[in-house]
């Protein structure tokens, strides 16, 4: 198990080396000189070259990259074109309410995208099973952006939720009824592969032999599905939603561009069209970091769960 | 969801088999009827509509349906159904452009992999990161570097869907791969390039082609989200998820603006996602 979490990490570390080659790439594509962008328009000539030296600028290629990284692992990511800000402090500060809208997005979509792959897989080929499939489907299909949409239009008129910002950590009154829009949007992305996932694995684990043995023995039914078939069909839907972080974060960036969600996705939305490159490659940075480590966790986690992988 | 491990098996299953039973599924039938009709509106429709989808008409703006204008008009004074066919050929357009490039560059990875071992390990240990990585990063980092446009979101849907189509070709490339004809071609002396394309690509294409499809409503989302975002193409050429966007500041006053373009591009999604559904559900009965 060692051997193979070494080699994931291993890989892990790869990617991410090329994430950060991609970062440093986006900085070189900039269009005008980036040490006078940076400058700005007030910038005198030693100033420009103050920071051409402190950019490295006039090193070759290979030393520029050798410098960045350093620069990156300090959480030094530069300065915004537009308002001179330190990014690594916008997106520090950004980070937190992206966090907090993905984890109140899965706080209701996990347990009922669960709950209905379940009924859908006992209730095989049934209505319900055909009801949860067709929700299942029309989830990936739409586009989030019309659900959001949707959402406002709906809290507008009926003037329920709060529909733009956010207002301070969500478990506070202040704070939570900024949240149920933007994470309802968001939490429908996960609920139909969920489903999905629970109702395949969970079928499959419900026709194996050990849940066969259990029923044989006397197992209620409860126990025979929370038990026995739901525990071996839990790690697929682990994965699973370690995978759909991706998505996660895709839509993470229009539900925080609709409702206006300070979040790091809107901060890499704004920065690229303002054409701020140092602020677009430091959200886009954390954001495909974020993302690697998740995933990292998320092995480490199925290794320990599942025993038929510890010995090997 | 294209990245359900049983699509492997439905897409490498046998085509024909599957259509009977899928001929014989009413749901089947109303997703291809659906996707007929978002087809001919978009490319029939430019053809008849008697306004033009970017010339500007001021005192017309936002009108609600109407006899002359059925969906009303855009902010802009512009006929909105005329705007969406536009749209809606943009947005299918750009989804076949992404998946084809797809196709091109994961269907030669796959084949590669397949036919030269030395080539297998790395070339799917990238294939391998690529697939997980999120499809909004692509779009994010691509638009970042190349500025938002053409482009930058065929490429962006391009390698978001790439690498499964790799997994898949090599997949089928692998089971040709073993059969005798392979090596009766090796015997008799043909170069790599003939064996690759007579033999190998000739025999593996099918499960490459439908799995490519079903790839087809991913890319339509991609490349919509981008759109709404504004990094996708820019105004004023008329594309769903632009159209969209266009309407949010509106969304009080004229709700159908936005309303109508994302209805259209869930329309085309949907019947593509059924369909895979369907496949998958055709494999998996075939299969128990």
């Not at chain 1, 966090?99 to 109140?104: I, K, P, R, T």
């Amino acid at each position: 198990m060692a051997g193979r979490l070494a080699h994931r990490l291993l890989i892990s570390l790869f990617v991410l080396l090329g994430v950060l080659l991609v970062g440093f790439l986006m900085l070189q594509v900039m269009p005008a000189d980036p040490a006078a962008a940076i400058a700005g328009a007030q910038g005198t000539e030693a100033e420009i070259e103050a920071i051409r030296r402190h950019l490295g600028l006039d090193k070759p290629v290979m030393v520029q990259f050798a410098l960045y990284l350093s620069r990156v692992v300090q959480g030094d990511l530069g300065q915004s074109i537009i308002n001179s800000a330190s990014v690594f402090e916008q997106i520090i500060g950004a980070a937190g309410p992206t966090l907090e809208l993905m984890c109140a997005a899965m706080i209701w979509s996990l347990p009922l995208g669960l709950c209905l792959g379940i009924v859908a897989a006992l209730r095989r080929g049934g209505m319900l099973d055909r009801v949860v499939m067709a929700v299942s489907v029309m989830g990936v299909s739409i586009p989030v952006f019309w659900v959001g949409l949707l959402l406002v239009q709906f809290a507008a008129k009926t003037r329920a939720f709060p529909i733009q910002g956010r207002a301070g950590p969500i478990f506070t009154p202040d704070g939570f009824p900024h949240v149920i829009l933007p994470a309802t949007a968001l939490g429908l992305i996960l609920l139909g592969p969920v489903a999905r996932m629970t109702r395949t694995t969970l079928s499959e684990a419900l026709n194996a032999d050990h849940v066969r043995t259990a029923r044989a023995k006397g197992a209620g039914p409860v126990r025979v599905v929370l038990g026995h078939a739901l525990r071996t069909a839990l790690l697929p839907i682990i994965t699973l939603v370690g995978l759909q972080v991706g998505s996660l974060m895709g839509g993470a960036v229009v539900t925080e561009t609709i409702f206006s969600w300070p979040g790091v996705g809107r901060l890499a939305v704004n920065a690229i069209t303002t054409g701020d490159y140092p602020m677009a490659q430091g959200a886009i940075l954390f954001l495909a970091t974020a993302f690697i480590l998740v995933n990292v966790a998320v092995d480490v986690l199925s290794e320990l769960a599942d025993p038929r992988l510890r010995g090997r | 969801m294209m990245s359900d491990m049983s699509m492997t098996e439905v897409a490498a299953g046998s085509a024909g088999r599957t259509w009977r039973r899928m001929r014989a599924n009413p749901t089947m039938l109303i997703a291809v009827t659906v996707l007929l009709a978002v087809l001919l509106f978009a490319l029939i429709g430019p053809m008849i509509s008697p306004y033009d989808p970017y010339e500007t008409a001021l005192r017309m703006r936002l009108k609600p349906p109407s006899a002359a204008h059925w969906l009303g008009t855009d902010s802009q004074g512009r006929d909105l159904a005329t705007r969406l066919m536009y749209g809606a050929r943009t947005t299918l357009m750009l989804g076949l452009a992404g998946v084809t490039f797809a196709a091109l560059v994961g269907g030669t990875i796959g084949l590669l992999a397949a036919f030269y071992s030395r080539l297998d390990n790395p070339l799917m240990r990238l294939v391998d990161v690529m697939l997980s990585f999120p499809s909004i990063l692509f779009g994010l980092s691509l638009a970042a570097m190349m500025g938002p446009g053409l482009d930058s979101l065929i490429l962006a849907i391009g390698l978001s869907i790439m690498p499964g189509i790799a997994r898949i070709s090599r997949g089928a490339a692998l089971s040709v791969m073993a059969q005798d004809y392979i090596d009766g071609g090796r015997v008799i002396g043909l170069p790599d390039r003939t064996l690759m394309s007579r033999y190998l690509l000739a025999n593996a294409y099918a499960p490459i082609l439908t799995y490519t499809t079903l790839a087809f409503g991913d890319a339509v989302l991609l490349a919509a989200a981008l759109g709404f975002l504004g990094l996708g193409l820019q105004p004023p050429t008329a594309e769903l998820g632009s159209i969209a966007a266009e309407g949010r500041s509106f969304l009080f006053i004229a709700p159908h603006v936005s309303f109508a373009a994302s209805a259209l591009i869930f329309l085309i999604v949907l019947p593509v996602n059924m369909l895979g559904d369907a496949l998958r559900d055709a494999a998996d009965r075939r299969a128990s």
